[in-house]
């Protein structure tokens, strides 16, 4: 699509979404367990033929089916920046996460337990930050942030 001068046109370059995010870890099965545990991802059968390769990826796909993040073998060394991946979730699906929370054992960047007290009101949003066994930072966040505050906000007393 070429623009009034003759050249492209910005809008015809504008990407549609992020497609998948590389993250290093030490055993990609074994962060693959995590991530299906934790996240609900699951390998990606239409891309498993990469993982065949050591270097190569194994690609985990989101509910919705599209890939979400390529599982990349490598010796892992402490992360030296604060990347982290932000996975959406509705309303509802982050407080069953907030409630799973003691079950899934998750630690934050300095190695402590999240609890539910480590939820984040953005005053737009709901974040809840952890760690991967590797390292990596993850956090769910939600939208819904009205839904959200009602469920946890205090009940009035009569």
Known sequence: ????????????????????????????????DWCARVLGLRPHGDLASWAADP???????????????????RACAPPTRDTTIAFRMTGTAFLAFRDALPELGLSDAKGGPVTAADVVDHALSWSIYFCDPDG???????????????ALSPEPRP
């Open 1 to 32: 699509m070429r623009g009034a001068g003759g050249g492209c046109s910005l809008l015809a370059m504008q990407v549609e979404s992020i497609d998948h995010v590389h993250i290093e870890v030490r055993d990609r099965a074994r962060a693959a």
């Open 55 to 73: 270097m190569g990826p194994l690609i985990l796909k989101a509910g919705d089916g599209r890939p979400a993040l390529s599982l990349f073998a």
């Open 136 to 150: 990596n930072r993850f956090e769910v966040t939600t939208y819904d942030y009205a839904d959200v505050a009602a």
